[in-house]
T-cell receptor
């Protein structure tokens, strides 16, 4: 099956700093989503981005499907950005979604 | 905004007991999924369901697991005889169509097996 690797696995940021999270996938995909898992375990949709670039406030994402990667940018980080960030890709006939390994982000004041 | 709802939010059970986790997908969605996340690990696919039958399942989804859409709105996951290693967060998800992108997740049901 498709492999989805994220980097870095762990990241500590000072509040106000910027960061880039990367998602690499091993095969062609039809869809890609980024999620934030908050401390309560909820998966929050950030972006649905099979290709191109999107922005939502301090967050933006870019997917280059032909090169099999996606990037999530966090600018001016806040402590509420802490949590685990997952990318998830969809492939196959019934669009099974495979999650990446996750990046655990801690933003310190 | 429509959302996927799951109940219960947390269930504690004894090893060997049967557990049913319930989900109400978004009403016009046709594809339904269950995922599992053991504490501290990544989110793993269990099963997908379309047109009242399983369309794909993972190796995790063995004979102890079953899914059902009993009444056209609920989508349930049953674990027949729970084991300690079934302790996890279980997420239900739905999507409108096979190529209609976004997957919407419920808030999860945390299962603790003692």
């Amino acid at each position: 099956g498709i492999q989805v690797e994220q980097s870095p696995p762990d990241l500590i940021l000072q509040e106000g700093a910027n960061s880039t999270l990367r998602c690499n996938f091993s095969d062609s995909v039809n869809n890609l989503q980024w999620f934030h898992q908050n401390p309560w375990g909820q998966l929050i949709n950030l972006f649905y981005i099979p290709s191109g670039t999107k922005q939502n406030g301090r967050l933006s994402a870019t997917t280059v499907a032909t090169e099999r990667y996606s990037l999530l940018y966090i600018s001016s980080s806040q402590t509420t950005d802490s949590g685990v960030y997952f990318c998830a890709v969809a492939s196959g006939g019934y669009q099974k979604v495979t999650f990446g390994t996750g990046t655990k982000l801690q933003v310190i004041p | 905004e429509p959302e996927v709802t799951q109940t219960p939010s947390h269930q504690v059970t004894q090893m060997g007991q049967e557990v049913i986790l319930r989900c109400v997908p978004i009403s016009n969605h046709l594809y339904f999924y269950w995922y599992r996340q053991i504490l501290g690990q990544k989110v793993e696919f269990l099963v997908s369901f379309y047109n009242n039958e399983i369309s794909e399942k993972s190796e995790i989804f063995d004979d102890q697991f079953s899914v059902e859409r009993p009444d056209g709105s609920n989508f349930t996951l049953k674990i027949r005889s729970t084991k300690l290693e079934d302790s996890a967060m279980y997420f239900c998800a739905s999507r409108e169509g096979p190529n209609t992108g976004e997957l919407f997740f419920g808030e999860g049901s945390r299962l603790t097996v003692l």
